[in-house]
T-cell receptor, first 114, second 114 residues
């Protein structure tokens, strides 16, 4: 039972254009959402997060949008750069005073075409 | 600053063998966790710990044991390796729970069970 789903295993985008990565979830108890980025042969690194009390959070070229009614979040990268080529995981959690488990999606491999 | 260190990087086991994957962090983080990454499955939580002496199960705990005798170390033990445990294993730590504090991942251990 996949509670966090990334339905696009891969995505190719031209350099300079916008990359949009999508994530859907089924558990209505999820209250906090995160994106992690992973390069080959490395561990994932934190990218950006959003609390359910917001519908948008920005950090430089990265913006995460949350639509709670649709149980959907998306990551926008503008403009896309070759160094953005990586696997992106969305993750969700139910806050529990530090005793939390992150549930990750299956990942989307983003390729930026020069 | 080493961060999260995992050893070994690669390991081949025969079915039925046991082994311990080591994880150490030098950031004085309270929260530590183990994930496995499999194709099409994303990152799945095996076990986690919110502090020395405290551990709990994640999504896929069967066949694995953990202990947390110090803040720095969180080893993962495979009791009797099975081919289904062939995977890439990641250890991660955070200052507090992974909702409000970003996880720092090690570079992974690639395990093959023949």
């Amino acid at each position: 039972d996949q509670q966090v789903k990334q339905n696009s295993p891969s995505l190719s985008v031209q350099e300079g254009r916008i990359s949009i990565l999508n994530c859907d979830y089924t558990n209505s108890m999820f209250d906090y959402f995160l994106w992690y980025k992973k390069y080959p042969a490395e561990g994932p690194t934190f990218l950006i997060s959003i609390s359910s009390i917001k519908d948008k959070n920005e950090d430089g070229r990265f913006t995460v949008f949350l639509n709670k009614s649709a149980k959907h979040l998306s990551l926008h990268i503008v403009p896309s750069q070759p160094g953005d080529s990586a696997v992106y995981f969305c993750a969700a959690s139910v806050p529990n005073f530090g005793n939390e488990k992150l549930t990750f999606g299956t990942g989307t491999r983003l390729t930026i075409i020069p | 600053n080493a961060g999260v260190t995992q050893t070994p990087k690669f390991q081949v086991l025969k079915t039925g063998q046991s082994m311990t994957l080591q994880c150490a962090q030098d950031m004085n983080h309270e929260y530590m966790s183990w994930y496995r990454q499999d194709p099409g499955m994303g990152l799945r939580l095996i076990h986690y710990s919110v502090g020395a002496g405290i551990t709990d199960q994640g999504e896929v705990p069967n066949g694995y044991n953990v202990s947390r005798s110090t803040t720095e170390d969180f080893p993962l033990r495979l009791l009797s390796a099975a081919p289904s445990q062939t995977s890439v294993y990641f250890c991660a730590s955070s200052r507090g729970g992974p909702t409000n504090e970003k996880l720092f991942f090690g570079s992974g251990t690639q395990l093959s069970v023949l």
